[in-house]
């Protein structure tokens, strides 16, 4: 049985650190990811790998530089390291796997990589305090 199971998440002040896992079973082979959703706004995909040949990972540009997206060798856990939180960064955060798939964008008609999303974890909450 697939299953994704978050951990990790806490309240810490701005500026602090915290690291986010996500365990992983029944599955693998997947584009997986992280991603979190604040009261009140549209759930938001802040990090993933792709499923390439180069593990392609990819943030959002609210979190790059901060934000550290790894998985263990086995594939049996994802991680999402979080330094130089802030208060905007409070929400909950949910683990995805999905499907690799590709896209030409652009008038460059450029490959991308995306995920379609199809299994979930229940979620950790992160809150950030001034």
């Known amino acids: 049985q697939e299953s994704l199971v978050e951990s990790g998440g806490d309240s810490v002040q701005s500026g602090g650190s915290l690291k986010l896992s996500c365990t992983i079973s029944?599955?693998?082979?997947?584009?997986m990811g992280w991603h979190r959703q604040a009261p009140g706004k549209e759930r938001e995909e802040v990090a993933r790998?792709?499923?390439?040949?180069?593990?392609?990972?990819t943030y959002s540009d609210s979190v790059k530089g901060r934000f550290t997206i790894s998985r263990d060798s086995g594939e049996t856990t994802l991680y999402l390291q979080m330094n130089s939180l802030k208060v905007e960064d409070t929400a909950m955060y949910y683990c995805?796997?999905?499907?690799?798939?590709?896209?030409?964008?652009?008038?460059?008609?450029?490959?991308?990589?995306?995920?379609?999303?199809?299994?979930w974890g229940q979620g950790t909450q992160v809150t950030v305090s001034s």
């Open positions: 995805a796997a999905g499907w690799q798939q590709y896209y030409l964008d652009g008038p460059d008609q450029q490959l991308k990589g995306q995920c379609r999303w199809d299994v």
């Open positions: 790998i792709d499923r390439d040949r180069d593990n392609t990972i």
């Open positions: 029944g599955f693998n082979n997947r584009c």
